[in-house]
């Protein structure tokens, strides 16, 4: 059974950066879409930024600016770029990815277990 793995996480004061990675906890074929998601105490989860697999990306007017979301097709890797951080940007950030986990398998979709980034003030 595939896992997503989330990576990165921690306290930061504010201003600072971290970079958080997305990854399979096994060998796959490849990722397709992905999206980092976060969620705040009391707060509904949200979408900070989103990838495709050609590349396009979206991010949540929030973030816009501050946050980049990127991927590495060779090491299977989604990452997120998080520059300026603000307090309120604390949350528990999710990864989401639709995985191929072979050449003849269909696509899926996956929830990891999330890290937490916590920013300072």
């Known amino acids: 059974q595939v896992q997503v793995v989330e990576s990165g996480g921690g306290l930061v004061q504010a201003g600072g950066s971290l970079r958080l990675s997305c990854a399979a906890s096994?060998?796959?074929?490849?990722?397709?879409?992905a999206g980092w998601y976060r969620q705040a105490p009391g707060k509904q989860r949200e979408l900070v930024a989103h990838?495709?697999?050609?590349?396009?990306?979206n991010y949540a007017d929030s973030v816009r600016g501050r946050f980049t979301i990127s991927r590495d097709n060779v090491k299977k890797i989604v990452y997120l770029q998080m520059n300026s951080l603000k307090p309120e940007d604390t949350a528990v950030f999710y990864c989401?990815?639709?995985?191929?986990?072979?050449?003849?398998?269909?696509?899926?979709?996956?929830w990891g277990q999330g890290t937490q980034v916590t920013v300072s003030s």
């Open positions: 990838i495709t697999s050609g590349g396009t990306t």
């Open positions: 096994r060998n796959i074929f490849s990722i397709n879409s």
């Open positions: 989401n990815a639709d995985i191929k986990t072979s050449y003849l398998s269909i696509i899926k979709n996956y």
